[in-house]
């Protein structure tokens, strides 16, 4: 398991990053593709904002943009009106053992 998957399993989204030329490296690489530095890791903040949605049977799932500029596809089923560019609060969820999810609900 990576690092990366294992702190989702803490329900923690790390951010892996470059200090050096200060690029998100999405996904996650030892070394920047860019400027050839070791990256490094921080947590994100878990905030974002809805790119696009659609419902399949009872469940919205959104595609999301975290504000460090990663996309994730989330289950915005709590919220009761989704409108593109809302502001989210994205978490993460083992509900569905061994796979994870995203829980996105309102800000
Ligand atoms: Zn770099």
């Known amino acids: ?14 951010i892996c990053y470059c200090g050096k030329c200060n690029n998100v490296i999405w996904p996650p690489k030892e070394i920047c ?5 070791r990256t ?5 903040r878990n905030f974002g904002k809805i790119l696009e949605f659609s419902k ?10 975290i504000d460090e500029g990663i996309r994730v596809l989330g289950d ?9 560019g809302q502001s989210v609060r994205m978490s993460v969820s083992f ?7 995203f829980i996105v609900e309102n800000n």
């Open 33 to 37: 593709h860019i400027c050839h530095s």
């Open 95 to 101: 509900n569905s053992k061994p796979h994870y999810s």
């Open 76 to 84: 915005i089923s709590s919220i009761s009106i989704p409108e593109i």
């Open 40 to 44: 490094d890791w921080k947590k994100s």
């Open 56 to 65: 399949k049977e009872s469940t919205y799932f959104g595609l999301i943009e």
């Open 1 to 14: 398991m990576t690092f990366f998957e294992e702190q989702l399993r803490q329900g923690v989204f790390q």
